[in-house]
């Protein structure tokens, strides 16, 4: 078992976010998981993730607030315990229109199979 406590968990920079925070929980720099990562981002109101795509699939998990996740075909406001995969090669944007902040987990393979 490699437990991350909450106390411990270490920031993380992600490219094209803003008015986010987030903490690595699992994987990538943190522990010995091989195949995902999980981290927490947390939203102040107005803050998101500009127009990106990923080559691997992501889900996200709203955890408190709200998160409206946009695709070039649709758009979903989440609320909490809310979640969506966002599957490999779609561009995505997300941002929280409200004027709370919100609380979001992402889990992400490393690889492709």
């Known amino acids: 078992m490699n437990v991350t406590y909450f106390s411990d968990a270490q920031p ?3 490219a094209l976010h803003f008015d986010m925070r987030s903490l690595r929980l699992q994987g990538a720099d943190v522990t010995d998981v091989e195949n ?3 981290g927490l981002s947390h ?3 107005g803050g998101g993730a500009s127009w990106d795509a ?3 699939e992501k889900v996200y ?3 408190s ?3 409206v996740v946009r695709t070039k075909n649709e758009e979903a406001t989440l609320g909490a315990l809310d979640s969506c995969v966002i599957p490999a090669g779609e561009e995505r944007e997300i941002v929280n229109r409200s004027n709370l902040p919100a609380s979001m987990l992402v ?3 490393t690889k492709r199979d």
Do not use: R
Request: proline share 14%.
């Open 12 to 14: 993380y920079q992600a």
């Open 36 to 38: 995902f990562w999980v």
């Open 43 to 45: 939203f102040l109101p």
């Open 54 to 56: 990923s080559p691997l």
């Open 61 to 63: 998990v709203v955890l």
């Open 65 to 67: 607030g709200e998160m």
């Open 107 to 109: 889990v992400m393979p």
